[in-house]
């Protein structure tokens, strides 16, 4: 797989400021679409939205560059979050994901948004 995608394990949690940090990470593809990729992962550029669980109501948008994670304080609460990757289209249109997160008061939380690749 050239694409390793994100870290295992997630969702990690840590004591800290309430918030999520999130990352728009591709999984699979041949080593020859993806040349010289490093083998931890790297996340990609796109951008994401914060829908609040209960409300239905997006609470945070934002843009990602390459290489980066977002950030974003919250409130204590279930998420949803989707993702638009930049670089990444299937059949004309730019790839999407969603994940859904729960934020602990007074946690921090990695969850990273995943696109598989044939």
Do not use: W
């Not at 290489?67 to 999407?96: E, I, Q, S």
């Amino acid at each position: 797989m050239a694409a390793p995608g994100p870290p295992a394990g997630e969702p990690f949690v840590s004591t800290g400021p309430t918030e999520l940090r999130n990352g728009l990470f591709l999984a699979g593809g041949p080593l020859t679409i993806f040349p010289g990729r490093c083998r931890a992962g790297v996340p990609g550029a796109g951008t994401i939205a914060v829908i609040a669980g209960a409300t239905g109501a997006t609470v945070a948008t934002g843009t990602v560059a390459a290489g980066r994670l977002a950030t974003v304080r919250l409130g204590p609460g279930t998420y949803r979050v989707n993702g638009t990757f930049a670089d990444v289209r299937v059949n004309g249109l730019p790839m999407k994901s969603s994940v859904s997160v729960t934020i602990p008061a007074g946690h921090t939380v990695r969850q990273d948004l995943l696109a598989s690749v044939p």
